[in-house]
């Protein structure tokens, strides 16, 4: 019984040993639907509001780019970090990624974008290059000169005796143009993401 | 090509040793990696075994966004890899920097500057699957038939 080699042979050549011993042991796990991954289209179209860049805490994750006739946000892998803030920042719904879109609905949360413009006095040497740069600062005084001098009181940010000073910082839109501008790296954008929720009511109205 | 070269190669495609590398992470994939040695994962299962000795190592993964002090130790751990070897980038960092590759930081990467990578894993971190993945697809990618290319 427990002595001859046949039944040695029987008791180790069982199939489902031999399979354990050489086989991986677990199925191979599926990734649940609810995980975030890379946010994908939903196929609505994206109107270039150009959240989901201001929301993007990783440099370079994400791009807004011309597809066919109209803009598309592009995903960039290796620098995504799947975080989930561009879903949540787009007021069109164009990505989506695990449940944020179902969550955000049933809570009714949404992101409220504003920017602080900070300009070091130390490194800022008054040259003007950001206010010249500055998109809507064009739109506001298409008269402004390469100094940044400007007699208008609308511009977000104009040269005063030699230095900058910060207007209006609620029309500022985020798109860091005078970031690139400074030769010195002086000024900076600072973005402040407020997170809101409307009351939710429970049970019957 | 023979029956004993079949052989070796099924043998050698299902005994990865792998050694991990850390060239600056926040240690975010350095857990990733810690989970698929974990029974949930079962790293071993598949034949990879994590030995973390460059010079017994098949495969080594990069972690990290690449900070100045493994400038030269980088490529040392790398050349001290017997043939056939693989190196495989986990993570944003390695790739990119992700969130650390900003102004005045002082990392340089992506790794594949420095060192030959034959995988990146995208993901900050990327899940155990992905690791698993990656490391099993180099393994039959660069080990199943390396003598008969390499003669």
Known sequence: MGFSLIWYLKEFGRTAWIKKFLFAKTAPLTTPSYFRGFPEPTGRICQHALFCMMACPAPGAIEVVHVGKGWMPRIHKGHCIRCGLCVEACPHGVLKSGRILETMEREGTSLVFSFRVVIDPVLCTGCGNCCTSCPVNKVADAQMGAGGHSSNDEVIMKVQAGDVVVIHEEKCTGCKTCEGACPTNAIRIARILEGTQQTVHEGPP | ?151
């Open chain 2, 1 to 151: 090509m023979t029956i004993l070269q079949r052989i070796k190669n099924k043998v050698r495609a299902r005994s990865i040793h792998v050694a991990y590398v850390d060239v600056g992470s926040c240690n975010g994939c350095d857990i990733e990696v810690l989970a698929c040695l974990a029974p949930r994962y079962d790293i071993e299962q598949y034949g990879i075994f994590v030995h973390n000795n460059p010079r017994e190592a098949d495969v080594l993964l990069v972690i990290g966004a690449y900070t100045p002090g493994w400038e030269e130790k980088l490529a040392m751990v790398w050349e001290k890899i017997p043939d056939p070897k693989a190196a495989v980038a986990i993570g944003n960092c390695p790739i990119s920097g992700c969130v650390f590759n900003r102004r005045e930081t002082f990392i340089d990467p992506p790794v594949r500057k420095h060192i030959p990578i034959a995988a990146e894993v995208p993901g900050c971190p990327p899940r155990p699957t992905e690791i698993l993945q990656a490391i099993l697809s180099v393994r039959d990618s660069v080990f199943a038939n390396w003598e008969a290319e390499h003669p």
